[in-house]
């Protein structure tokens, strides 16, 4: 099971780090996607990262302002997150994907794991 970490209280315009890591099995062949899902709104695609780093996806509303990484072995995923907005605030959560790849399609991901809240402040 994957775990989100990194999430807290941060004001509008701060920045914030989130971590994934998997402690029972390595990810490293996988691509890795971000979900994030507000109070009343449906699940919203973030970010995707392919198994080597070679390839990363975003959505719409956070590009320029977030980035996706993963460290040389392949076993943790970041999400850095800058210039955060209140509308921002959402748990975030990270999946494995069935393939290598970076699709936003939540159904092309296994393996979620629990989510990290993060809260923006105006």
């Known amino acids: 099971q994957l775990q989100a970490s990194g999430g807290g209280l941060v004001q509008a315009g701060g920045s914030l780090e989130l971590s994934c890591t998997d402690a029972r099995r390595t990810f490293s062949n996988n691509g890795v996607g971000w979900f994030r899902q507000g109070p009343g709104k449906e699940r919203e695609f973030v970010a995707a990262i392919s198994w080597n780093g070679g390839y990363t996806n975003y959505g719409d509303s956070v590009k320029g302002r977030f980035t996706v990484s993963r460290d040389r072995a392949g076993n943790t995923v970041y999400l850095q997150m800058s210039s955060l907005r209140p509308e921002d605030t959402a748990v975030y959560s990270c999946?494995?994907?069935?393939?290598?790849?970076?699709?936003?399609?939540?159904?092309?991901?296994?393996?979620w794991g629990l989510g990290t809240q993060v809260t923006v402040s105006s």
């Open positions: 999946a494995a994907a069935r393939g290598s790849g970076v699709s936003a399609n939540p159904g092309m991901y296994q393996y």
